[in-house]
């Protein structure tokens, strides 16, 4: 059996496509996720700009997605390779100090995203603002939430109020997302060419 095949078996052993959050309020993320990709996808052609079009529409298929995703849970079968891969190695007792690095890897694209969308954006900050905030706070969420880190896992799951951390850190980063695209839909005329 090959090292792919090894590392495939181990995955199938801790992860399976099933849905992943079955309450409520999973439910509810999904279809905010679902509203707010439509919500980018009509904001799209409102802005006479082709950079401010490209992202919403970007966005758009960005945020449906991750509305499959969300209850696939892809990134607990990421989770799942890295700690298949780290027992096969031989390194899972250092792995504290390796999703260390992964987090701080993260944060650092993240904020390298958030510096060159500002700046590719720059002039349309008006337009995009509050989306962007939404996005890279909702990237760096599942990107940090899938490298599995069981400090960063504990603050996830804690409630306030009987509603968990990580439902309102996912729905405040939809919900920035969203405001942002009703603003524009509400603004905005149909593009219909170039204004001269």
């Known amino acids: 059996m090959s090292v792919t095949d090894n590392l495939g078996a181990c995955i199938a052993d801790d992860w399976s496509p099933v ?4 309450s409520v309020l999973g439910w509810v993320t999904v279809a905010a996720y ?36 969300k209850q696939l849970d892809l990134q607990s079968a990421l989770t799942a390779g890295g700690r ?30 958030a510096i060159f969308s500002l700046w590719a954006l720059r002039q349309h900050l008006r337009a995009v603002g509050l989306a962007l905030i939404g996005l890279i706070i909702l990237i760096c969420f599942i990107l940090i939430r899938a490298a599995g880190f069981h ?40 593009y219909t060419g170039p204004k001269y």
């Open 34 to 69: 679902g509203l707010t990709a439509v919500l980018c996808l009509v904001a799209s052609p409102r802005h006479p700009e082709g950079t401010v079009r490209v992202f919403w529409a970007t966005l758009g298929i960005v945020l449906f997605a991750l509305m499959i995703n």
């Open 151 to 190: 400090h960063f896992d504990e603050f996830l799951n804690t409630e306030i109020q009987s509603i968990r951390m990580n439902w309102i850190l996912e729905l405040t980063s939809i919900a920035l997302i969203a405001i942002n695209a009703i603003v524009i839909i509400r603004r905005g005329h149909l």
């Open 19 to 22: 849905i992943g959050d079955p």
């Open 84 to 113: 298949c891969l780290s027992q096969m190695q031989g390194w899972y007792e250092e792995r504290r100090a390796v999703q260390f690095i992964f987090i701080v890897a993260i944060v650092l694209t993240g904020f390298n995203i």
